[in-house]
């Protein structure tokens, strides 16, 4: 079971504070769609203070763009709407949240979800519809002036104690309003007890007790046999009395005014129906306090310390064939939801394996496998690929297993059996295989993360740099007058530009393919011929102009017979055909710079 914490407080007492191994409760964990039960949160302070209203319609806040498919079932679409899951906007949870994962798959996900027609009359029907609430973060933006972090930390995280916090932003800036924040547990159970006693927090009012009261009240009635009641992002419970932030892989929050206690857990892939009954187990009288028991208390630490423990190592099973095919060999990625842009693996016949990942935006991450059933623990770029942390934070500790292991090396085979020709795999037609060379993860739409900003030009931006660079410097070596060396400077510079531009492309940070490495050198050829043609058209137009004043006390037939020549177009004629001519030689250069870069890659 992929439990990772469990923290239980009842009567304001911590009863059970227990991590499981792997996890060690130090970091942050990614509490997935309790992140929606924050974003409603801060949408309840900020109607407290008057910023907005929730029967304020969502069109009002995006007064700069255009939107589409609009009509008067859309404009009726409220803040209300959007924060109880009843907007009516065309979306579906159904397979694995298809209508999310087009949203993330979009350039611009506010306008992917102002733009998606209306299915059903707002207030009417629950649907469960992250990118509706994904609206949430610009709306608070636009009301109140500050960022949904900014908000959050000076009304709640500030006053409630949080540590540290990691929250992801879409393209255009906006932090994700649906799921993916990382809080720490206990930081999760403040929020429960913040909502388990009306707002208050240590005193003081934070959101309004009238706030908590409709959030945790019916707002719209789900599909019989399907959901609990829901409220403005929070699930009412049926069972007993109270409310519930739940996110996907067991990121749970409870608070249960009746048994005055609140719940918490985070997981890698678990369901409460898995644990529920273990937990009801453990409640004897809820009204009476238990007598004294001392061995029983010995026991649960003994066993709460006993759970954070890692597994005595198992033999390391022989590896499969797979593992030494693809061992010492870097496999580029096309865009993918993981935004991982390279892997390369080596096994070396120990009980640990070695994986590199690159994302983009960050420096290429290390890190450890354990091939004998226990984790190996590190910190670094790797630890967080999707999100970032706020500032002041740490990198986050992660871990990877031989499941974890497992999961990345089938992700990557199709990728690996298309450049491989592997049997396993058909292969492409030689077109689709061009276009994923080119592809690579160089095409991605970039997202914008806390602290890290890309464009989605980025890697445009670093092959025309690159390029631009390796042409330049064809031009001034083709172009050196050094004596007899003129010739070896020539066939120098065809070849050494394309190169200078892949090495260039690379230290700006651009993951290469080998068919990327010859659009360089192409490109880099480009730049030269063109460079060329025009110092040659500059240098045709000065000796005309001097020429011109020469012959105006210079005899015609004194003149060099080399006026004709300069004053001709057979030199641009030449040169248009040495455009072409670098372009080869670009193509070549590119092949050798990306097979040396390649060959790089495979052994770092």
Known sequence: MQIHSLLMIRHGH????????????????????????????????????????????????????SIANLDESKADITVRHLASMSSGLDCTGEADERTLQEMVASPDFVQFVLDRKVAW?????????????????????????????????????????????????????????????????????????????????????IVSRRWVDEATKVQVTTPEGDEDPYGYGWWIETDVKGASARGRGGQYIYALPDWDMILVTTGGGFEMDEIAELLLAIFSDSEEPLLP???????????????????????????????????????????NPAQIDSVAFEFDGSSEATVRLLAPGRPQGSAMVGLDG??????????????????????????????????TITRCS????????????????????????????????????????????????????????GGLITTVLVNAPILNLINLLLCAGFWIGPIVAVWFYRRLGGTLTLGQAVIIG???????????????????????????????FVPAEDLPDAETALTGVGGMLFNLVGVAIDVFFGFIGGLIGGAVFRARRSTV
């Open 522 to 552: 192409m490109l880099a050829g480009v730049w030269h011929g063109l460079f060329g043609l025009v110092l040659s058209t500059l240098g045709l137009a000065g000796a005309g102009s001097l020429l011109n004043e020469v012959r105006s």
């Open 14 to 65: 911590v009863v059970v504070d227990a991590t499981f191994y792997p996890y060690d409760g130090q970091a942050v964990h990614n509490v997935a769609s309790v992140t929606k039960s924050l974003m409603t949160t801060l949408i309840g302070i900020a109607a407290d203070q008057g910023k907005l209203n929730l029967e304020d319609r969502m069109v009002s806040f995006f007064p700069d763009r």
């Open 414 to 469: 199709s990728f690996a059996s298309m450049v491989t020709g592997s049997r396993s795999a058909p292969r492409k037609r030689p077109t689709m295989w061009v276009r994923s060379l080119w592809a690579g993860c160089n095409s991605r739409k970039h997202r914008s993360h806390q602290g890290v900003t890309r464009s989605k030009t980025m890697n445009t931006k670093y092959l025309l740099v690159a390029s631009l660079v």
């Open 293 to 335: 028991n001392p061995e029983g208390v010995a026991r649960l630490a003994a066993a709460v310390d006993a759970v954070g423990l890692p597994p005595e190592p198992t033999p390391v099973a022989p590896l499969p064939d797979v593992a030494r095919e693809i061992s010492g060999k870097t496999y580029v990625f096309e865009p």
């Open 374 to 407: 226990v984790y190996r623990f590190f910190t670094g770029p790797t630890a967080a690929l999707r999100g970032s942390a706020a500032p002041g934070s740490t990198d986050r500790p992660s871990s990877w297993s031989t499941t974890a292991l497992r999961t």
């Open 121 to 205: 009359q707002p207030g009417e029907q629950f649907v469960y519809c992250s990118p509706a609430i994904h609206l949430l973060s610009p709306i608070l933006q636009q009301a109140t002036g500050m960022t949904a972090l900014d908000f959050a930390r000076q009304y709640l995280f500030e006053p409630l104690g949080f540590g540290e916090v990691m929250w992801p932003r879409d393209p255009q800036g906006y932090y994700d309003g649906w799921a993916d924040v990382s809080l720490h547990p206990h930081d999760m159970a403040k929020l429960g007890f913040l909502f388990l006693h009306q707002g208050r927090w240590d005193g003081r009012q």
